[in-house]
């Protein structure tokens, strides 16, 4: 018994110590997300949903939530924020090919369609992020204008 509440006694610790350490925050500036703004020029309806869905994990814009300040659930919120950035990120449009971000468009109306995104993980603390039908619908509706307007693009060889 002696030994389990020395086990116990250190984890405390460390737990307690932990919380004095974090990943680096991913609070950069809204101004990021506006090139890809200006390029695909998202009606009012979808900006409001890109806002509340999106940006949390896709841009450089991370509204963090009461619980971020935990550790270790900091470091998990930090995973899925790179996580995100790396397979969509609306505050790096700009350096990608037309290519690119045709097949980016390709896979958001894939992952919407299939209410793959966003993820549950995510809607299960922010409710305003579950997209109903008509959400759904606006969104892909966008995205797929967006995808005709780069197949009409010269393309880069």
């Not at 950035?85 to 992952?111: A, C, Q, Y």
């Not at 109903?132 to 606006?138: A, L, Y």
């Amino acid at each position: 018994m002696k030994i389990i509440k020395k086990i116990f006694l250190f984890l405390l610790i460390a737990l307690v110590i932990a919380q004095f350490f974090g990943p680096e925050k991913n609070e950069g500036d809204l101004a990021s997300i506006n090139a890809f703004l200006a390029e695909t020029n998202p009606p009012e309806d979808v900006k409001l949903i890109l806002k509340e869905t999106c940006y949390d994990c896709h841009s450089d814009v991370t509204r963090y939530p009461w619980y971020n300040s935990i550790t270790p659930v900091n470091y998990w919120l930090a995973g899925h924020v790179k996580d995100g950035k790396k397979h969509f990120n609306f505050s790096n449009w700009e350096g990608n090919s037309i290519k690119r971000k045709d097949h980016k468009f390709e896979e958001l109306i894939e992952m919407v369609e299939e209410r793959e995104m966003p993820l549950k993980s995510y809607t299960w603390t922010h409710t305003e992020a579950k997209l109903s039908d008509t959400q759904i619908k606006s969104v892909v509706d966008w995205a797929k204008l967006v995808r005709v307007t780069y197949s009409l693009m010269p393309q880069a060889e």
